[in-house]
């Protein structure tokens, strides 16, 4: 199974200011005939289902801010808010779907300092 | 754009079976092109993938839950179901569908509500 390892656990930052959340893949899930790595970020807020945000590491779903945006290839990929708003108060999760089965980070929650 | 309702009994006895429905509205699960998948999230903790089945009925299941997983198609009803047999304490969790657009690229990009499923005497 591919491990998906995020880091920090917890994070609080200011409204306004940048977010960082971490994610590394055990192997690799970079798709060579695509040159597409299959790597998502979901939002999971309490009482909600998750909510896709990113997928192919960097492809905004539609309907998601701007202020939301994914890096990275192969086996390390990161998650940025880039102004932190109230709303963006949840638990993120990486997960990848290169292969079966499908694993997720173990979720950092994302908090207002 | 398709939605997803979970359904099922919220309490199940220790070693009895689980059975949930996803009923999907707005789309076709024989369509073709989508996985429907299973995901939970026992209270306190992280996702975990039950495993999922594609419009033919072909199904990939995590290994840690295969000996005791079934999920099936009900296509008149457009409906997917998920058994789980030899339900423990540990079982509990607020069970989720999904639709996994992967050989689009998408991943997870629709979800249920959740249903809570909690094994108790």
């Known amino acids: 199974d591919i491990v998906m390892t995020q880091s920090p656990d917890s994070l609080a930052v200011s409204l306004g200011e940048r977010a960082t959340i971490n994610c590394k893949s055990s192997q690799s899930v970079l798709y060579s005939s695509n040159n597409k790595s299959y790597l998502a970020w979901y939002q999971h807020k309490p009482g909600q289902p998750p909510k896709l945000l990113i997928y192919w590491a960097s492809t905004r779903e539609s309907g998601v801010p701007d202020r939301f945006s994914g890096s990275g290839s192969g086996t390390d990929f990161t998650l940025t808010i880039s102004s932190l708003q109230a709303e963006d108060v949840a638990v993120y999760y990486c997960?990848?779907?290169?292969?079966?089965?499908?694993?997720f980070g173990q979720g950092t929650k994302v908090e207002i300092k | 754009q398709v939605q997803l309702q979970e359904s099922g009994p919220g309490l199940v006895k220790p070693s009895q079976t689980l059975s949930l429905t996803c009923t999907v509205s707005g789309g076709s699960i024989s369509s073709g092109g989508y996985y429907w998948s299973w995901v939970r999230q026992p209270p306190g903790k992280g996702l975990e993938w039950i495993g999922f089945i594609f419009y033919s009925g072909r199904t990939y299941y995590n290994p840690s839950l295969t000996s005791r997983v079934r999920m099936e198609l009900d296509t008149p009803k457009n409906q997917v179901s998920l058994r789980l047999s030899s339900v423990t304490a540990a079982d509990t969790a607020v069970y989720y569908c999904?639709?996994?657009?992967?050989?689009?690229?998408?991943?997870?990009?629709?979800w249920g509500q959740g249903t809570l499923v909690t094994v108790s005497s």
């Open positions: 999904a639709r996994d657009g992967s050989d689009y690229g998408v991943s997870m990009d629709s």
């Open positions: 997960q990848h779907y290169f292969t079966t089965p499908r694993t």
